[in-house]
């Protein structure tokens, strides 16, 4: 394209202006993959740092990976940058979702004028980019991320491929600006036929109970760009330090001027600012599993639940469910869902050398959040007392306990900080068969082979024992402090403290392993009168029990 | 409507000369209406508002920071992103909840439209009021639409989710046009183009009007309201 009718500075500007639009573009669509909600304020002052009139935060480290494949180029003919977004499952599984394009063609719009209606409709686009990344299918599945899998991104810049993204995908355009070097092109390539297995199949299979680190430890990629997880974040200790734009040489001032209509004056400031160059501590990023150990209770509100990690407002923890037996003579526990969130946060440290190739965490943008164990909504706390009190004569009471297994940012030894959170209720209307009465009681049907060898009657383990008092191969679990209410019990020699220890880690239930798979909600629901009717059969027996109670 | 004084004259009776009009249609349940109708104005309003104009000396201006947020639907599968603008949320609730209730109102077969007009407002001499000279309408047709049981309402969430998402699409396409915007005014001008009254960002004088369709299927005017944003200070 002829550029001689380009002023200097005009070309100056155009380059400056496409390069930061390249990099608010990969800033919008990675945040967009965070799994979060993004918040910016509105400024009536400008503060000079703000590209596009649009406050969109700059995460260092997609910067840093945004210009590393840009490598000083701009986007041009056939050069064009491409945001790959794909999903990793906790199997190790992974799938091309989209690819975000920003192409420049060579059709050119001499007569625009560069520092005020490229300059607008360049912001025009990046708002049109933050709509249409929260249409496409891939925004639902990120939003549920980091329990059976996460989402990375890679940028590439080249050719554009789209033959990962499978047969019949669709492509939405973004928008474009004219441009007098050619015209910018945003879209994007999605595959569809994820769109609805995804949804429906990461809804309801049940948890995966104790994912092993293992599982995420990546192997080097034998493309050329790493892909990263949406959201890893390099904390400031983290020893990574990406100079944010912020910090840059380059800050964008821009004011325009009305009269006459075409004359702008844009001044662009070099701010002097301490950058440290940056410091990649490994170039293998690992896209680890969130940790957060989690089990949705409330179908209902399915769509849209944060992941447990990192949200900052979340509606509802995801608390993991274990049913242990428990001694006839003590009532179950029933425990409110505490609304102040009640979860100390793990302390985090940051992680070094060789244990950060296995042990990144997934953080959340703005430090280390801890979502509050409560349910989501007042109507499932209803539900769920009002469940529970119908089992209260039952003779094979089940105390129901939640762990909220949080994790801190860049933990350095294995994940096994599980903090007793407060006690919820884990009936919510279309929960999986968690609670189960008499076919998963361990008290009727014993554990087939329990890797811990302390039965109930047997040898007492010394309350101060830490980490898991059974010894078995799952120490996952350093129970920090446990305090069970009505625990004491002048019977036996056990409070239910050290029973509860004990029985910390039951095997599995066979209804939540992966075999059983999806049972849709209209199954747990029809199986209910079934339930019901058995119980009712038993009704003089249970009578019969809480009378020799009173 | 209490600022009538300063009203400029009658809503258009259609769109007017050079006026864009595009048309959305969706059909909701009764309590997805406030949501939709949100999603769809907000998107609007994303691309039709500006940082706050500071003008300077010699003619130039500098203009404000737009931030933005992800809102998330109770009753529907989506989410959409808005301007970070309290007072504009407000604004924008206020006019959907009476929508909204005008809907839920006896005459009402559920059936109505609420419209989103951007002007410009011409100065005239006295006696003569100003003129509103609309540049770009929005109509969104709502039929509300009346649902069984649980299975079919949750069928909803995620249909009105996607149809959702493809007017999402459809809004972003008339916005990729570059078609006729008002020309950036001089600091005198400013309040003809624009709504200054909010302190945080500055969209484009908008106007949203609503009309319930009657039983009898005719538009009435019984139930014309109109919600005037002026921006003249007294």
Same mark, same amino acid.
């Given at each position: 394209?002829?550029?001689?009718?380009l002023?200097?500075?005009?070309?100056k500007?155009?380059?400056?202006?496409?390069?930061?639009f390249?990099?608010?573009?990969v800033?919008?669509?990675?945040?967009?993959?965070?799994?979060?909600?993004?918040?910016?304020?509105?400024?009536?002052?400008?503060?000079g740092?703000d590209?596009?009139?649009l406050?969109?935060?700059?995460?260092?480290e997609?910067?840093?990976?945004?210009?590393?494949?840009?490598?000083?180029q701009?986007?041009?003919v056939g050069?064009?940058m491409?945001v790959?977004i794909s999903?990793k499952?906790s199997? &190790?599984?992974s799938?091309?979702?989209?690819?975000?394009?920003?192409?420049?063609? $060579?059709?050119?719009?001499?007569?625009?004028?560069?520092?005020?209606?490229?300059?607008n409709?360049?912001?025009l686009l990046?708002?049109?980019?933050?709509?249409?990344?929260?249409?496409t299918?891939?925004?639902?599945l990120s939003?549920k991320?980091?329990h059976?899998?996460v989402?990375?991104?890679?940028?590439?810049f080249g050719?554009v491929q789209l033959?990962?993204?499978?047969?019949?995908?669709?492509?939405?355009?973004? %928008?474009t600006?004219?441009t007098?070097? %050619?015209?910018?092109?945003?879209s994007?390539?999605?595959?569809?036929?994820?769109a609805f297995?995804?949804?429906?199949?990461f809804e309801?299979?049940? @948890?995966?109970?104790?994912?092993?680190i *293992?599982?995420?430890?990546?192997?080097?990629y #034998?493309?050329?760009s790493?892909?990263?997880p949406?959201n890893y974040?390099a904390?400031?200790?983290n020893g990574?330090v990406?100079?944010?734009v912020?910090?840059?040489?380059?800050?964008?001032?821009?004011?325009?001027?009305?009269s006459p209509p075409?004359q702008?004056?844009f001044?662009? /400031?070099?701010?002097?600012?301490q950058?440290?160059?940056?410091?990649? /501590?490994?170039?293998?990023?690992?896209?680890?599993?969130g940790l957060?150990?989690?089990?949705?209770l409330?179908s209902?509100?399915?769509?849209?639940q944060?992941?447990?990690l990192?949200?900052?407002?979340?509606?509802?923890?995801?608390?993991?469910?274990?049913?242990?037996?428990?001694n006839?003579a003590h009532?179950?526990q029933?425990?409110?869902?505490?609304?102040?969130? %009640?979860v #100390? #946060?793990v #302390?985090?440290?940051?992680?070094?050398?060789?244990q950060?190739?296995q042990?990144?965490?997934?953080?959340?943008?703005?430090g280390?959040?801890?979502?509050?164990? /409560?349910?989501s909504?007042?109507? *499932?706390t209803?539900?769920v007392?009002?469940?529970s $009190?119908g089992k209260?004569?039952?003779?094979?009471?089940?105390?129901?306990?939640?762990f909220?297994?949080k994790?801190g940012?860049?933990?350095n030894? @294995?994940?096994?900080?599980?903090?007793?959170?407060?006690?919820?209720?884990?009936?919510?209307m279309?929960?999986?068969?968690n609670v189960?009465?008499?076919?998963n009681d361990?008290?009727?049907?014993?554990?087939?082979?329990?890797?811990?060898?302390s039965?109930?009657?047997?040898?007492?383990h010394?309350?101060?024992?830490?980490?898991?008092?059974?010894?078995?191969?799952?120490?996952d679990?350093?129970?920090?402090?446990f305090?069970?209410?009505?625990?004491?019990d *002048?019977?036996l020699?056990?409070?239910?403290?050290?029973?509860?220890?004990?029985?910390?880690n039951?095997p599995?239930l066979?209804s939540?392993s992966?075999?059983? &798979?999806?049972?849709?909600?209209?199954?747990?629901?029809d199986?209910?009168? $079934?339930?019901?009717?058995?119980?009712e059969k038993?009704?003089?027996?249970?009578d019969?029990f809480?009378?020799t109670?009173? | 409507?209490p600022?009538s004084?300063?009203?400029?004259?009658?809503?258009?009776?259609?769109p007017?000369?050079?006026?864009?009009a595009?048309?959305?249609e969706?059909?909701?349940?009764?309590?997805?209406v406030?949501?939709a109708?949100?999603?769809?104005?907000?998107t609007?309003?994303?691309h039709?508002?500006?940082?706050?104009f500071?003008y300077?000396?010699?003619?130039?201006?500098? =203009?404000?920071t737009?931030g933005?947020?992800?809102v998330?639907?109770?009753f529907i599968d989506?989410a959409?992103?808005?301007?970070?603008?309290?007072?504009?949320?407000?604004?924008l609730?206020?006019a959907?909840?009476?929508?909204k209730?005008?809907l839920r109102?006896?005459?009402s077969?559920?059936?109505?439209?609420i419209?989103?007009e951007?002007?410009q407002?011409?100065?005239s001499?006295?006696?003569?009021?100003?003129?509103?000279?609309?540049?770009e309408?929005?109509?969104?047709?709502v039929?509300?639409?009346n649902?069984?049981?649980?299975?079919?309402r949750? =069928?909803c969430?995620?249909?009105?989710?996607?149809?959702l998402?493809?007017? =999402?699409?459809?809004?972003?396409?008339?916005?990729?046009?570059?078609?006729y915007?008002?020309?950036m005014?001089t600091?005198s001008?400013?309040?003809?183009?624009?709504?200054?009254?909010?302190k945080?960002v500055?969209?484009?004088?908008y106007?949203?009007?609503?009309?319930?369709?009657?039983?009898?299927?005719?538009?009435?005017t019984?139930?014309?309201?109109?919600?005037?944003k002026?921006?003249?200070?007294l």
């Amino acid at each position: 394209a002829m550029d001689t009718d380009l002023s200097s500075q005009d070309r100056k500007d155009l380059d400056k202006f496409i390069k930061f639009f390249a990099l608010k573009t990969v800033q919008v669509i990675v945040q967009a993959r965070l799994g979060e909600k993004i918040c910016t304020r509105s400024s009536s002052s400008p503060t000079g740092s703000d590209w596009f009139n649009l406050a969109i935060k700059d995460i260092p480290e997609v910067t840093h990976e945004a210009k590393k494949a840009l490598a000083g180029q701009l986007p041009a003919v056939g050069r064009s940058m491409c945001v790959e977004i794909s999903l990793k499952t906790s199997e &190790g599984d992974s799938m091309e979702l989209e690819i975000w394009c920003l192409e420049m063609n $060579e059709k050119c719009d001499k007569e625009i004028k560069v520092s005020y209606t490229v300059y607008n409709r360049l912001s025009l686009l990046l708002k049109s980019l933050l709509a249409i990344t929260r249409v496409t299918p891939a925004y639902r599945l990120s939003r549920k991320q980091g329990h059976e899998y996460v989402i990375l991104y890679r940028i590439y810049f080249g050719e554009v491929q789209l033959s990962g993204l499978g047969e019949g995908f669709q492509t939405v355009r973004v %928008g474009t600006v004219g441009t007098p070097v %050619g015209t910018i092109t945003l879209s994007c390539a999605y595959r569809i036929n994820l769109a609805f297995m995804s949804t429906r199949q990461f809804e309801r299979t049940p @948890p995966i109970m104790g994912i092993i680190i *293992d599982h995420f430890v990546d192997r080097p990629y #034998p493309s050329s760009s790493p892909m990263h997880p949406c959201n890893y974040r390099a904390g400031e200790d983290n020893g990574a330090v990406y100079p944010s734009v912020e910090d840059s040489q380059e800050v964008c001032t821009t004011s325009f001027s009305t009269s006459p209509p075409s004359q702008c004056v844009f001044t662009v /400031t070099k701010a002097h600012f301490q950058t440290p160059p940056p410091v990649v /501590t490994d170039t293998l990023k690992v896209p680890v599993m969130g940790l957060a150990f989690s089990h949705q209770l409330s179908s209902s509100r399915l769509s849209y639940q944060p992941a447990a990690l990192g949200v900052g407002s979340a509606d509802m923890g995801y608390p993991v469910l274990f049913a242990g037996g428990l001694n006839a003579a003590h009532p179950h526990q029933l425990v409110g869902p505490g609304k102040e969130g %009640g979860v #100390p #946060p793990v #302390p985090s440290q940051p992680a070094h050398g060789t244990q950060a190739d296995q042990e990144r965490m997934c953080t959340p943008l703005d430090g280390v959040h801890y979502s509050a164990a /409560t349910p989501s909504s007042s109507e *499932d706390t209803e539900t769920v007392s009002n469940s529970s $009190e119908g089992k209260c004569g039952s003779p094979h009471d089940l105390l129901e306990t939640i762990f909220i297994r949080k994790v801190g940012a860049f933990v350095n030894k @294995p994940v096994n900080q599980v903090t007793m959170a407060n006690l919820d209720i884990p009936f919510a209307m279309f929960a999986p068969k968690n609670v189960e009465l008499e076919d998963n009681d361990p008290m009727v049907n014993p554990p087939e082979s329990p890797e811990t060898e302390s039965p109930l009657q047997g040898s007492l383990h010394s309350e101060g024992s830490s980490g898991s008092s059974t010894g078995n191969t799952h120490d996952d679990f350093v129970m920090i402090d446990f305090k069970p209410a009505f625990s004491k019990d *002048d019977i036996l020699p056990m409070d239910l403290g050290t029973f509860y220890r004990e029985f910390q880690n039951p095997p599995q239930l066979s209804s939540l392993s992966i075999d059983i &798979g999806a049972q849709s909600m209209a199954e747990d629901l029809d199986s209910l009168p $079934e339930k019901l009717a058995v119980h009712e059969k038993n009704v003089k027996e249970f009578d019969a029990f809480v009378e020799t109670l009173q | 409507c209490p600022l009538s004084s300063r009203c400029c004259g009658p809503p258009s009776a259609g769109p007017a000369m050079n006026c864009r009009a595009e048309v959305l249609e969706v059909s909701v349940e009764g309590r997805q209406v406030e949501e939709a109708m949100l999603a769809v104005l907000h998107t609007v309003l994303l691309h039709r508002s500006t940082g706050k104009f500071h003008y300077k000396k010699e003619g130039t201006y500098s =203009i404000g920071t737009v931030g933005t947020q992800d809102v998330d639907c109770d009753f529907i599968d989506f989410a959409y992103v808005r301007v970070s603008s309290e007072e504009l949320d407000r604004a924008l609730r206020k006019a959907v909840g009476e929508f909204k209730d005008a809907l839920r109102g006896s005459g009402s077969d559920g059936m109505g439209q609420i419209s989103l007009e951007f002007y410009q407002k011409k100065k005239s001499r006295w006696p003569f009021s100003d003129e509103c000279i609309p540049w770009e309408l929005w109509t969104i047709k709502v039929n509300v639409v009346n649902l069984a049981n649980e299975q079919e309402r949750q =069928i909803c969430r995620e249909k009105v989710g996607e149809k959702l998402c493809e007017k =999402i699409i459809n809004i972003v396409e008339v916005m990729n046009r570059h078609e006729y915007l008002p020309k950036m005014p001089t600091q005198s001008e400013v309040d003809n183009v624009f709504d200054t009254s909010l302190k945080d960002v500055q969209p484009y004088l908008y106007k949203i009007s609503y009309q319930i369709t009657d039983s009898l299927g005719t538009s009435v005017t019984t139930t014309m309201r109109r919600l005037i944003k002026d921006t003249l200070a007294l």
